[in-house]
């Protein structure tokens, strides 16, 4: 009799556990910043509203992907003491450089970003490395320095953008920017110091230069009326003389 009990309540239970682990299996959540694919039998479906949702337990899973905007960082870094080259790179003039760039991108298609390819962020980093070293290359060393950095930011983002819409992985670029751009030696860094000291004296000679102008030519005007006046003057005077 007792032998019963302790079975009826043993079967007991295992009914509450399976039923326990049945009910937890039946349901999930999304949140705001992100996704979730649902596959059925291998058949993976993008769920996107947040909240609530059900499932069918143990024939259903539920994989959850971050839809944010992430990012990684391309070029010359310190990590654990070991210097990371991939930023040095060669300009159209055959200069040598470093040019750290900053990535982010984000998740489109929740589908495509887990079943498309293995490591859809790895596929845009490489991307990401030939763009930037393609349109490095066609311009000299000064402009990737100086004054065309949102030009070579926006080529390289188009770039990116194009290769990445052939791929179709699910990920797009967001935006991507120069964090900083040096030379490879500091000889080199010292003569472009000078370059830009030598324009910024330019500069500040044309704009001095312009305004020394700017206000000579009303004052030699000023003079020019005042010398013509006179003449003017005395032409009458001697005029006036001549017919007393």
Known sequence: MQIGKWLTGVRIVIAVMVL???????YYSIQEEEQAVVTTFGSP????????????????????????????????QQDMGEE???????????????????????????????????NPELILKN???NCIRTTIGS???DSVLTTGK?????????MILDKLE????????????????????QEVINAFKNVENAKQGKETSI???????????????????ETLKTAQAEAEERVNQAKG
């Open 207 to 225: 704009n001095k230069a312009n305004q020394k102008r700017n206000e000579d030519i009303p004052a030699a005007r000023a003079l020019a009326d």
């Open 84 to 118: 990371m080259e991939d930023a040095l790179m060669i300009t159209s003039d055959y200069n040598f450089i470093y040019v750290d760039f900053y990535a982010e991108y984000r998740v489109t298609d929740p589908v495509k970003a887990l079943y498309a390819s293995e």
């Open 45 to 76: 479906k993008a769920v996107t509203t947040p909240g609530l949702h059900f499932k069918v337990p143990f024939i259903q899973t539920v994989t959850k992907v971050n839809t944010t905007i992430q990012g990684f960082s391309i070029g010359y």
């Open 166 to 185: 052939d791929y179709d992985i699910g990920i797009t670029l967001v935006n991507i920017t120069i964090q900083d751009a040096e030379p490879p030696t």
């Open 20 to 26: 326990f682990v049945l009910v937890s299996n039946s």
């Open 127 to 129: 991307i990401a490395q």
């Open 139 to 141: 311009y000299s060393v």
């Open 150 to 158: 949102n030009e070579i930011q926006s080529n390289i983002k188009q």
